[in-house]
Nanobody, 121 residues
Protein backbone atom coordinates (compact mmCIF):
# COMPACT_ATOMS: atom_id res chain seq x y z
CA UNK A 1 0.00 0.00 0.00
CA UNK A 2 0.97 3.60 -0.59
CA UNK A 3 -0.19 6.45 1.61
CA UNK A 4 -0.39 10.02 0.35
CA UNK A 5 -0.60 13.01 2.68
CA UNK A 6 -1.31 16.47 1.28
CA UNK A 7 -0.60 19.76 3.00
CA UNK A 8 -0.45 23.44 2.22
CA UNK A 9 -4.08 24.27 1.58
CA UNK A 10 -5.81 27.24 3.15
CA UNK A 11 -7.60 30.51 2.63
CA UNK A 12 -6.03 33.11 0.35
CA UNK A 13 -7.18 36.27 -1.37
CA UNK A 14 -7.54 36.43 -5.12
CA UNK A 15 -4.17 37.04 -6.72
CA UNK A 16 -2.35 35.28 -3.94
CA UNK A 17 -0.27 32.12 -3.93
CA UNK A 18 -0.21 28.76 -2.20
CA UNK A 19 2.10 25.78 -2.43
CA UNK A 20 0.67 22.31 -1.96
CA UNK A 21 2.81 19.33 -1.02
CA UNK A 22 2.05 15.62 -1.16
CA UNK A 23 4.31 13.03 0.43
CA UNK A 24 4.08 9.37 -0.51
CA UNK A 25 5.03 6.63 1.93
CA UNK A 26 4.55 2.91 2.39
CA UNK A 27 5.57 -0.13 0.39
CA UNK A 28 6.93 1.83 -2.54
CA UNK A 29 8.92 0.18 -5.29
CA UNK A 30 8.51 2.93 -7.87
CA UNK A 31 6.41 6.07 -8.22
CA UNK A 32 5.41 6.72 -11.79
CA UNK A 33 3.24 9.63 -12.88
CA UNK A 34 2.12 11.88 -10.03
CA UNK A 35 -0.61 14.45 -10.27
CA UNK A 36 -3.06 16.84 -8.75
CA UNK A 37 -6.81 16.88 -9.24
CA UNK A 38 -9.45 19.13 -7.71
CA UNK A 39 -13.12 18.96 -6.95
CA UNK A 40 -15.35 21.94 -6.27
CA UNK A 41 -18.72 21.53 -4.55
CA UNK A 42 -21.31 20.15 -6.94
CA UNK A 43 -18.75 19.51 -9.66
CA UNK A 44 -16.85 16.51 -10.91
CA UNK A 45 -13.23 15.94 -9.99
CA UNK A 46 -10.98 17.38 -12.67
CA UNK A 47 -7.35 17.05 -13.60
CA UNK A 48 -5.13 19.98 -12.65
CA UNK A 49 -1.63 18.81 -13.55
CA UNK A 50 0.53 15.72 -13.90
CA UNK A 51 4.25 15.05 -13.92
CA UNK A 52 6.10 11.96 -15.07
CA UNK A 53 9.13 10.39 -13.46
CA UNK A 54 11.28 12.15 -16.02
CA UNK A 55 9.71 15.53 -15.33
CA UNK A 56 7.35 15.91 -18.28
CA UNK A 57 4.34 17.97 -17.26
CA UNK A 58 0.76 18.41 -18.37
CA UNK A 59 -1.68 21.08 -17.24
CA UNK A 60 -5.36 21.83 -17.49
CA UNK A 61 -5.95 24.83 -19.70
CA UNK A 62 -7.53 26.75 -16.85
CA UNK A 63 -4.33 26.71 -14.77
CA UNK A 64 -1.63 26.80 -17.43
CA UNK A 65 0.73 29.66 -16.82
CA UNK A 66 -0.39 30.07 -13.20
CA UNK A 67 0.29 26.68 -11.61
CA UNK A 68 3.54 24.72 -11.63
CA UNK A 69 3.84 21.04 -10.74
CA UNK A 70 7.17 19.62 -9.63
CA UNK A 71 8.48 16.56 -7.81
CA UNK A 72 11.39 15.49 -5.67
CA UNK A 73 11.95 11.82 -6.39
CA UNK A 74 14.38 11.44 -3.49
CA UNK A 75 11.68 12.61 -1.09
CA UNK A 76 8.73 10.87 -2.80
CA UNK A 77 7.03 14.25 -2.90
CA UNK A 78 5.04 16.17 -5.48
CA UNK A 79 4.35 19.88 -5.25
CA UNK A 80 1.86 22.27 -6.79
CA UNK A 81 2.83 25.94 -6.80
CA UNK A 82 -0.30 27.99 -7.39
CA UNK A 83 0.06 31.66 -8.30
CA UNK A 84 -2.44 34.31 -9.35
CA UNK A 85 -5.20 32.37 -7.65
CA UNK A 86 -8.80 33.05 -8.64
CA UNK A 87 -12.05 32.38 -6.76
CA UNK A 88 -12.82 29.67 -9.30
CA UNK A 89 -9.76 27.77 -8.11
CA UNK A 90 -11.60 27.10 -4.84
CA UNK A 91 -11.82 23.34 -4.41
CA UNK A 92 -10.53 20.34 -2.53
CA UNK A 93 -7.20 19.39 -4.08
CA UNK A 94 -6.16 15.74 -4.24
CA UNK A 95 -2.84 14.28 -5.19
CA UNK A 96 -2.58 10.90 -6.84
CA UNK A 97 0.21 8.60 -7.93
CA UNK A 98 0.60 5.64 -10.21
CA UNK A 99 2.79 3.38 -8.09
CA UNK A 100 4.31 -0.06 -8.06
CA UNK A 101 4.52 -1.53 -4.57
CA UNK A 102 6.94 -4.04 -3.17
CA UNK A 103 4.01 -6.34 -2.44
CA UNK A 104 4.01 -8.60 -5.48
CA UNK A 105 5.15 -5.61 -7.54
CA UNK A 106 1.54 -4.69 -8.10
CA UNK A 107 0.68 -1.44 -9.83
CA UNK A 108 -2.19 0.75 -8.69
CA UNK A 109 -3.34 4.33 -8.49
CA UNK A 110 -3.45 5.87 -5.03
CA UNK A 111 -5.16 9.02 -3.80
CA UNK A 112 -4.62 11.37 -0.90
CA UNK A 113 -7.33 12.58 1.42
CA UNK A 114 -7.42 16.07 -0.05
CA UNK A 115 -6.59 19.56 1.14
CA UNK A 116 -8.98 22.50 0.87
CA UNK A 117 -8.05 25.60 -1.07
CA UNK A 118 -10.36 28.59 -0.72
CA UNK A 119 -9.79 31.77 -2.72
CA UNK A 120 -11.73 34.84 -1.63
CA UNK A 121 -12.61 37.65 -4.02
Amino acid sequence: QVQLVESGGGLVQAGGSLRLSCIASGSIFTLNTMGWHRQAPGKQRELVATITTGGSTNYAGSVKGRFTISRDNAKNTVYLQMNSLKPEDTAAYYCNVDAVTTAYYSRNTYWGQGTQVTVSS
